[in-house]
């Protein structure tokens, strides 16, 4: 079972719209939570970072976390066509310091 | 702020010489810095941690003695390639982690080994 799962899509949705990015991840003990984009042919950028329960809003983007179901999403509210990119989870290995990241979810916004 | 660096961004050599990638560090100190590599149409794959002072921890099925690491400063992480080989072109990535667990990511370095 791998680490920290993402749906490949890739996910397509209109301009306007709200994307909605899911991510799961096996290690209960994982405290801290990130979500990345990468543009194609670039490296991967931080957007978020959550590591309590709840919701985290930052402009169009808010985090979800949820521990105890071991699920993270990222919500995109009136989505771009700027925003078409690779969204990558990334979950915090707590004695490593690594991230451990998900496959990446390709999101593809439609004018 | 938390701006990582990376010199050069792109390298282009022949078989068999060794490349040096900077990954630098500029508005934050780093005590861990960390070296991906990326393959086209793939997902990251972390190749070792290199900390400060010390040597780097590579991962599982990384050679050392080809991917040689040194973090000689709290900003400062290089990695040689060691006699490239074509299978070596690649995109690597370092990436700098803060006091906390974020790590920032540099723009990469574009390997072409002929």
């Known amino acids: 079972q791998k680490e920290v799962e993402q749906n490949s899509g890739p996910l397509s949705v209109p301009e306007g719209a709200i994307a909605s990015l899911n991510c799961t991840y096996s290690d209960r003990g994982s405290q801290s939570f990130f979500w990345y984009r990468q543009y194609s042919g670039k490296s991967p950028e931080l957007i978020m970072f959550i590591y309590s329960n709840g919701d985290k809003e930052d402009g169009r983007f808010t985090a979800q976390l949820n521990k105890a179901s071991q699920y993270v999403s990222l919500l995109i509210r009136d989505s771009q066509p700027s925003d078409s990119a690779t969204y990558l989870c990334a979950v915090n290995s707590g004695n490593t310091g690594k991230l451990i990241f998900g496959q990446g979810t390709t999101l593809q916004v439609k004018p | 702020g938390a701006v990582v660096s990376q010199h050069p961004s792109w390298v282009i050599c022949k078989s068999g010489t060794s490349v040096k990638i900077e990954c630098r560090s500029l508005d934050f100190q780093a005590t861990t810095m960390f070296w991906y590599r990326q393959f086209p149409k793939q997902s990251l794959m972390l190749m070792a941690t290199s900390n400060e002072g010390s040597k780097a921890t590579y991962e599982q099925g990384v050679e050392k003695d080809k991917f040689l690491i040194n973090h000689a400063s709290l900003t400062l992480s290089t990695l040689t390639v060691t006699s490239a080989h074509p299978e070596d072109s690649s995109f690597y990535i370092c990436?700098?982690?803060?006091?906390?667990?974020?790590?920032?990511f540099g723009p990469g370095t574009r390997l072409l080994v002929l």
């Open positions: 990436s700098a982690r803060d006091r906390g667990t974020t790590q920032y």
